[in-house]
């Protein structure tokens, strides 16, 4: 599991995946959020501009990924 912090009040899915190397480019941010190959707290999440919150889990893959 890894631990994200951010300073502002939230991050998109999208550009957390990015920020947190689970993709290489927002084209594969893109596709996989609309596979379904996205979990936000433990649920499918389609939407690629979801915003996450400190306390938010995110799972793609086998990785963990938590924010701070």
């Known amino acids: 599991m890894t631990e994200i912090k951010i300073e502002t009040e939230f991050i998109k899915l999208d550009a957390l995946l990015k920020f947190a190397n ?3 480019s927002g ?3 893109k ?3 609309a596979d379904g190959e996205v979990l936000v707290n433990g ?3 389609t939407m690629r501009g979801k915003k996450l919150r400190p306390g ?3 799972e793609l893959g086998g990785e963990t990924v938590v924010i701070a």
């Open 56 to 58: 938010d889990r995110i």
């Open 22 to 24: 689970l993709v290489s």
């Open 31 to 33: 596709l996989r959020i």
């Open 43 to 45: 649920e499918k999440c």
């Open 27 to 29: 084209g594969e941010a």
